[in-house]
């Protein structure tokens, strides 16, 4: 008996990227350039599905995120939300559209104001958007403690005196003050202990299934994403290099990034021999000087000559499968 | 029967403060062999760093009350002249932390850095040690190292940087290395890239290695022998393939069970540890110190039970009977059953 | 590099035509403030201020006034001070400068060693008694006033003591290098430890914070590690990167010293130098004198802010690509 079904394959799609670009200008040495953090980015979330978003340093994937709430303004490309297109709204606009999704961040210390007791913290989204009388707002915040696992005790509590992982949840809380349907998580265990990580993890599942949430997980470590997400995208350098079901993807990887991560991951291993890894040479690439033709051609080990010079599009191929390269791994060997 | 390179016995660190003391280390004892990597496991508040640490006297804090001894090569280094332990620093057992970012003196290039280390303990010339340098560099991975000598850390990434580190502190040849974490703060293919390394130095130059880490998976791939940790006690230690395999305490079950299965398969739900980890200044130390959080304590988890071999080479602090190990074990981990 | 400096040297540029502005708008175009009346003395009859007025061009529109003024000081270089007719300005400038780099310069070598030895002893005897005893002697140098501990000594060693334990101690004034070097550092003794006294309080404290902080950072415990002895920890690791900050501060404060700003320590010992010329003109409203003066110790704060700049990426290799 599963605990979570993966969202329905026709489910209504909740929120969609369409080629959504950022750029940020800076001034180096060199003069103006530009750090090309996101640089083309499209996919579709269903609703009830948890999409994981998988990269390293540089990749994008939380800038990406910001501009699905936007957060962050995209340079280019539009960020469609239930239907409507929320790109290019004003404040007044989209302060009501918010309430329908809502972030989880990662730094669990920097992410509540130390000046704010725990239930206020709850209470202030409803506050803002005038949810009810102060009675009503307490009522639901308190509820909201109680569903992250706190009880009435901690609601006058100051974020200094809970742990690493209670402010996580103390964040999660928060964000489903506003009865969201799409939750953005930020990487929202990296910064926690293994056994508080699972908790925290075991919590998020728990919320989805009792409250119907659509999620978008973004994070580096590929075990957890794969763990906790229906379908995984793998970002490399602001671009979207693989798409597909979780489990498919984490056993037959397409994209030769995803291939190397993945043997990267420090498996507990059983067998007495260990296994060979697939080790990347090189640094993780530079936003600002992106290499011509496919960006991950100077590490790939399949790479070709088209390969630095045209750059492969994302590709649907026949199961369903996206990925961005000219010559996929044919049978992924795990 | 060699002697063992490292032998801790009873090493108790604790501080002294204005609540109180709060004991970081209780007790621990444990051995390292020559050409041997140990895996040192837990979670923050464990004790893992403070226990390494101690061993080099590298702590600077005034409260400390360190008892116990630290034997390395049959020499007890917290009762050596700061003089001898100099000597030892730096070029019989070399450390290397966590963060590459902060390890490097800004000012200085990486080959001043490497120099440094290598005339503090043999007469060379500046010429001779940074050519040594150069060498050293070329050896850890890092390309045009004749350039990179006189690059400054901030103009290595982080995976090179710590590259520079593990360069430096093999300068000297040790016999023993401690790694504190040392690729934590890496992404996960650069880390694939510096444990590769650490793995090819080790077979290279037959040094042994302390690795401190949190992340299973990691000494799995590293260590011959592993030793989990829980506030500031030994919980339980073995071969790695005893340890993964057949894992014998309640804790060492609850981090196996917190990691999402590497195997290929979803689980439903993680098999999460209630509770949150102990904190170095809880007092009641009588009593087995996961027991709080352990679904199969019972009012005989007091007091704490010292490390019992129940099979050779493989032992933990747990009173649950042997025998009954395996079924527990499976209950730990039963919220782990795999999606359909 | 060189559009940095350039960016740089346009910017000096403004501020310095910025400052003469500012100075010449208070003097002229503050209401009740007629400099024709000043120059012409209290009770002059209209017909003199009139005579005044049209002598110095106070008749005419304020920029062509500014315009003048600014030619007289830098083309013709011959602007002469309202209150002392017929004496120009530059010379007096030229010839006070000499005595304020003596002062500050000796000052400055003195408070430099003094504080960077304070600062470092009680780095390394913190936790002991040594490290407060030592921040107590600062704050004591800080708390000081200058012009108060200026008159003490002067009192204990040009009067009290005079006779006695101070009989060296010249009468108070400047003596210039060609007097000999042993005259001039003579009259100067005592000026430099009074103005070092403060900058060492200072220094010795902002030390002592950077390089506590120095030796807690992950650097200094890997350099343990490496087996380096403490002491070469203090001074290699932790002064080194210390040092960035007080030599950052220095320069700023040294460029301030330069301009003027040890003007009380001059008045007090007599010393002609920039600051006494600076606090004589302002006493008697000389806009000429009081106009070089300023945009003198300008020039000099934006030079000094210029060297720090260029001194701190010299120091600090992680600057020099921004």
């Known amino acids: ?334 | 029967m060699s002697e063992p390179l490292l032998e801790v016995r009873n090493l108790r660190v604790s501080f002294r403060t204005r609540t109180g003391t709060v004991t970081a280390v209780d007790g621990i004892s444990f051995t390292v062999d020559p050409g041997e990597v140990v895996g040192l496991v837990g979670e923050s508040g464990s004790g893992k760093s403070v226990s390494m640490l101690t061993v080099l006297r590298l702590i600077d804090n005034p409260n400390c009350v360190i008892e116990g001894e630290v034997l390395f090569k049959g020499n007890d280094l917290l009762t050596m002249s700061d003089a001898d332990l100099r000597s030892i620093r730096g070029r019989e057992i070399a450390m290397i932390f966590q963060d590459p970012m902060t390890a490097l003196t800004p000012v200085y290039t990486a080959g001043w850095h490497i120099s440094e280390q290598i005339r503090a303990h043999e007469k060379v010339s500046k010429k001779a040690a940074n050519d040594r340098a150069i060498q050293l560099l070329t050896s850890v991975g890092i390309p045009n190292a004749e350039s990179r000598v006189n690059s400054y850390p901030h103009e290595f990434s982080g995976g090179m940087r710590q590259r520079v580190v593990i360069a430096m502190a093999l300068s000297c040849n040790p016999s023993l290395l401690i790694a504190d974490e040392p690729t934590t703060a890496l992404d996960v293919t650069i880390q694939a890239q510096i444990l590769e390394l650490l793995r090819d130095l080790q077979s290279e130059f037959g040094a042994s290695i302390v690795l401190i880490t949190h992340d299973m998976g990691v000494v799995s791939q590293m260590a011959n022998r592993v030793m989990v940790m829980y506030g500031g006690r030994l919980v339980e230690a073995g071969s790695r393939l005893d340890v993964m395999r057949e894992p014998a305490h309640p804790y060492t079950w609850g981090l196996m069970g917190s990691i999402p299965p590497t195997d290929g398969t979803r689980a439903v739900r993680l098999a999460a540890i209630p509770g949150a980890p102990i904190s170095p200044s809880d007092s009641d130390r009588d009593r087995c110190l996961f027991a709080p959080r352990c679904t199969f304590a019972t009012d005989s988890c007091r007091p704490q039970p010292g490390l019992i071999e129940h099979r050779p080479g493989h032992s933990d602090a747990c009173i649950i009977p042997f025998g009954e190990r395996a079924q527990r074990r499976t209950e730990a981990l039963a919220p782990m059953r795999a999606r359909t | 590099m060189w559009r940095f400096a350039g960016r740089r040297a346009l910017a000096a540029v403004l501020v310095l035509f910025a400052i003469s502005v500012m100075v010449f708008l208070i003097f002229f175009a503050t209401p009740g403030a007629d400099p024709a009346a000043r120059i012409a003395g209290r009770n002059a009859s209209q017909e003199t201020l009139a005579q005044v007025r049209a002598s110095f061009g106070f008749d005419k529109p304020m920029y062509m006034q500014y315009g003048l003024m600014m030619r007289h000081l830098f083309i013709d270089r011959d602007l002469t001070s309202f209150v002392n007719r017929g004496s120009q300005v530059i010379p007096q400038i030229t010839q006070a400068i000499p005595v304020t780099l003596s002062l500050v310069i000796g000052a400055a070598v003195i408070w430099m060693v003094l504080g960077i030895i304070m600062g470092v002893a009680a780095t390394a005897g913190r936790g002991t008694a040594v490290d407060p005893i030592i921040m107590v002697f600062g704050v004591i140098g800080v708390s000081l006033p200058v012009y108060w501990l200026g008159e003490v000594v002067n009192l204990i060693t040009q009067s009290r003591l005079h006779d006695s334990w101070f009989a060296w101690v010249p009468p108070l004034g400047y003596a210039p290098l060609s007097d000999g070097v042993g005259t001039w550092a003579l009259h100067l003794v005592l000026p430099w430890m009074t103005l070092a006294v403060l900058y060492a309080g200072i220094y010795a404290r902002v030390l002592r914070s950077e390089m506590v902080g120095a030796m807690n950072e992950d650097y200094v415990r890997m350099a343990r590690a490496k087996g380096i002895g403490e002491g070469r920890v203090l001074i290699r690791h932790a002064l080194r990167t210390s040092l960035i900050v007080i030599v950052s501060l220095f320069g700023l404060d040294f460029g301030a010293l330069i301009g003027g700003a040890a003007l009380l320590t001059e008045v007090v010992f007599g010393l002609q130098g920039v600051g006494k010329l600076t606090y004589d003109s302002l006493q008697n409203f000389d806009l000429p004198v009081i106009l070089g003066c300023v945009l003198y110790a300008a020039f000099f704060v934006v030079v000094a802010n210029f060297i720090v700049d260029l001194a701190y990426a010299w120091l600090d290799p992680r600057v020099r690509h921004v």
């Open chain 1, 1 to 334: 008996m599963t605990a979570s079904s993966p969202a329905e394959p026709n489910a209504p799609i909740l929120l969609e990227a369409r080629d959504v670009v950022k750029h940020f200008p800076i001034r180096t040495a060199q003069g103006r350039q530009q750090v090309r953090a996101v640089d083309g980015v499209s996919l579709k979330v269903r609703t009830g599905e948890t999409l994981g978003l998988v990269g390293e340093s540089g990749c994008g994937k939380s800038t990406f995120g910001r501009c699905l709430v936007k957060l962050i303004d995209p340079t280019s490309g539009s960020v469609l939300f239930d239907g409507e297109d929320i790109t290019h709204m004003s404040r007044r606009e989209l302060r009501s559209r918010r309430t329908g999704f809502q972030m989880i961040f990662q730094d669990p210390y920097a992410s509540l104001n130390p000046r704010r007791r725990a239930a206020a913290t709850v209470e202030e989204p409803m506050r803002t958007h005038g949810m009810g009388t102060d009675q009503e707002i307490r009522a639901r915040a308190i509820h909201l403690l109680q569903t992250v696992g706190f009880d009435e005790s901690y609601a006058n509590r100051y974020p200094h005196e809970f742990s690493g992982g209670q402010r996580q949840r103390l964040g999660i809380a928060r964000a489903l003050a506003l009865s969201p349907r799409l939750l953005i998580a930020d990487e929202p265990v990296s910064a926690l202990d293994v056994s508080i990580q699972a908790q925290v993890l075991n919590l998020l599942a728990d919320l989805q299934e009792e409250q119907k949430l659509t999620y978008v997980f973004i994070a580096h470590d590929l075990a957890v994403v794969h763990h906790i997400a229906d379908r995984i995208g793998v970002m490399y350098l602001g671009e979207l290099v693989e798409l597909g079901g979780s489990t498919e993807v984490y056993n037959n990887p397409r994209h030769p990034y995803t291939e190397a991560l993945l043997s990267a991951i420090p498996v507990i291993d059983t067998d007495t021999e260990v296994r060979e890894r697939i080790v990347l040479t090189g640094d993780l690439p530079n936003p600002i000087d992106k290499p011509s033709g496919c960006a991950f051609s100077p590490r790939c080990r399949y790479a070709q000559d088209i390969c630095r010079v045209e750059k492969p599009l994302l590709q649907i191929q026949l199961d369903g499968r996206e990925v961005a390269c000219h010559f996929p791994v044919a049978t992924g060997a795990k």
